[in-house]
């Protein structure tokens, strides 16, 4: 791990600012992604801005009926509220399939979001990698592609997200907080947050250099049945191959989410309304376009399989 300054922010537009001013600065709070990644070389922040002192780190309702969640609230305290067991049951099903517990207690909401891929070819400095040094190309394109994108993958990028969380997120239709160094405040929706890959795989989010994420609204819920299936190698600390966040109502419509299959979670809206046709049409207009590589080509049956599941398992909860 290369040397790093450590400073503390006291207050939101104080971090952002400190973020513009210092040459390679990041923010810190739970690290671990970021830990991980510096400890490769693969992140090599100059400076480092520990946030844990802001105090975001609790769950509020709003005007609207839905629930404000602090931007350092750990996984595990967002996975056991009982107002987001109650009426978010996909967020808390979500959280509880990520990672260890151990790590949930470290993790924050905001650090989950913004989690970087794990892509083998990412993680091998060896290895050609458009995210990590912009230009050099991908040498996941041609390789073993298992785990890696079938859909809104690009020439320069085939990486997938890796967070569970942000699948519910996305389901839920949550809003991103943020603060810049000017304390100029804005609202980011969940389908904006996180951008495809194109030319730019380096670039992985909408927010600005100098930006602090301060919460993750939710609107007011929405009933019906909340699920969240994740297939993986293994039952415990891996990544989804594919995973389906649902939200099914008792006349059979609802919406659907995915992860593991894209550089975001990815969800359509127009495929929603296929919901009462059945699985089959869901995942068909999900997965439109779709360009999977050899390795991870069944992720498109197993995408079909999933929603069933998910369909299936909804309507005799109902």
Not at 192 to 202: K, Q, S, Y
Request: charged share 20%; glycine share 8%.
């Amino acid at each position: 791990m290369r040397p790093f300054n450590y400073l503390r922010a006291t207050s939101p537009a104080g971090a952002a600012a400190q973020a513009a001013q210092l040459e390679g600065a990041r923010f810190i709070a739970g690290g671990t992604n970021l830990l991980d990644l510096m400890k490769l070389e693969i992140e090599t922040p100059v400076n480092l801005i520990d946030v844990n002192g802001l105090g975001l780190d609790t769950i509020a309702p709003t005007s609207e009926g839905g629930l404000r969640i602090g931007a350092l609230v750990r996984n595990t305290d967002l996975a056991a509220d009982p107002r987001v067991r109650q009426d978010y049951a996909v967020l808390t099903r979500a959280l509880l399939a990520g990672a260890s517990g151990q790590l949930r207690n470290v993790a924050t909401t905001a650090g989950n979001l913004l989690q970087r891929t794990r892509c083998p070819y990412f993680y091998d400095t060896n290895m050609a990698c458009n995210k990590r040094i912009p230009g050099a190309g991908c040498a996941a394109i041609g390789g073993f592609s298992r785990q890696l994108a079938i859909i809104g993958s690009s020439e320069s990028c085939i990486a997938t997200h890796p967070s569970d969380m942000a699948v519910a997120m996305r389901l839920l239709d949550a809003t991103v907080e943020t603060v810049r160094a000017n304390g100029h405040v804005r609202s980011i929706p969940m389908a904006d947050f996180h951008r495809l890959p194109a030319n730019t795989p380096n670039i992985e989010t909408a927010l600005y250099t100098d930006e602090l994420v301060t919460a993750v609204t939710l609107p007011k819920p929405l009933g019906g049945v909340h699920q969240y299936h994740k297939v993986r190698d293994r039952a415990s600390y891996a990544f989804a191959l594919i995973s389906v966040a649902s939200i099914v109502q008792p006349n059979g419509t609802g919406r659907v989410a995915l992860g593991g299959v894209a550089h975001k979670p990815w969800r359509v809206e127009a495929a929603d309304a296929l919901m009462p046709e059945g699985a089959k049409a869901v995942a068909d207009r999900l997965l439109q376009g779709a360009n999977p590589a050899h390795d991870n080509a069944f992720k498109l049956t197993l995408v079909e399989r999933t929603v069933a599941s998910a369909m299936l398992q909804a309507r005799a909860q109902s």
